[in-house]
């Protein structure tokens, strides 16, 4: 709910009413208390409802590669491609931007040690609003095939002159405001229309949770999921762990799909 006071959906007066401080005594693994313990009160839930839960949704990799089949532009492909492949969380990738992506096999010119291709995720404040929630700054690797579909939306971004000076990566290029940074609603409505032209269910954060699922049961321990996802904690974890069939080996992509996973 903190988060929807921030972004402006929730009244203040609101979260005011259903929460209430909490001093946390245990502190999970990797959380930043602050320098005087300033962030070890945190607002807590005042109404806890026991319900059902039903399961979180998730794409399988079979239902990615129909989202990148429909997908009718550069930019597009590589938003769906970028969120399956580093996990993120749609907010992180509106925020990205350019000066995060570093695609080579040594940036050091940069300034950035970290060897092979890789992303950053940083917290800060973005013109299209758009957040990352985690406080911990993480470094997510990509791969070649990530790189290259990258490479084809820039291509794509060169056309559109409105967009050379927008700090951000992902920008409209094909409804105006042209070259402005994309935000929630836009990400919304591109995979609103993915979906449809799909024939299926599909919103970004399914596609976070469809990257988790995959890495667990292609063997990824995890402590290194929960890294690349950004989590404080493993509990955070519980959600993204599907169920695994009997006898699951994973699933090989067709070649046609093969250099687009990652």
Not at 23 to 42: A, F, I, K, N, S
Not at 60 to 65: K, L, N, R, S
Not at 232 to 242: C, E
Request: include cysteine; charge should be positive; proline fraction near 5%.
């Amino acid at each position: 709910m903190a988060f929807g006071v921030r972004m402006g959906w929730v009244a203040k007066e609101l979260l005011g009413q259903l929460t209430e401080p909490k001093y946390l005594r245990y502190l999970p693994p990797g959380y930043d208390p602050g320098e005087d313990d300033q962030r070890r009160t945190v607002r807590s839930r005042l109404i806890k409802l026991a319900s059902l839960d039903a399961g979180i949704e998730w794409l399988t990799i079979e239902q990615i590669a129909r989202l990148v089949e429909v997908a009718r532009h550069a930019r597009d492909r590589f938003l769906v491609l970028l969120l399956w492949g580093t996990g993120m969380r749609i907010g992180e990738a509106l925020r990205l931007r350019r000066e995060d992506m570093h695609l080579l096999a040594d940036s050091q010119a940069f300034g950035c040690q970290v060897k092979g291709p890789h992303v950053h995720v940083r917290r800060r404040l973005n013109s299209n609003g758009a957040w990352a929630k985690s406080r911990r700054p993480r470094v997510i690797p990509v791969t070649t095939e990530l790189v290259a579909c990258y490479a084809d939306y820039l291509y794509e971004r060169a056309a559109v002159p409105e967009a050379e000076f927008t700090e951000q990566v992902l920008v409209n290029l094909f409804r105006a405001p042209l070259g402005r940074a994309m935000t929630y609603s836009n990400a919304k409505d591109l995979f609103d229309r993915l979906a449809r032209a799909a024939d299926l269910i599909a919103r970004p954060h399914m596609v976070r949770h469809g990257a988790a699922t995959h890495w667990i049961r292609g063997g990824t321990d995890r402590s290194v999921v929960s890294d690349l996802l950004g989590h404080l904690s493993d509990s955070s974890m519980s959600v993204y762990v599907h169920d695994v069939p009997s006898g699951w080996v994973g699933f090989i992509p067709s070649e046609r799909h093969a250099r687009a996973w990652v």
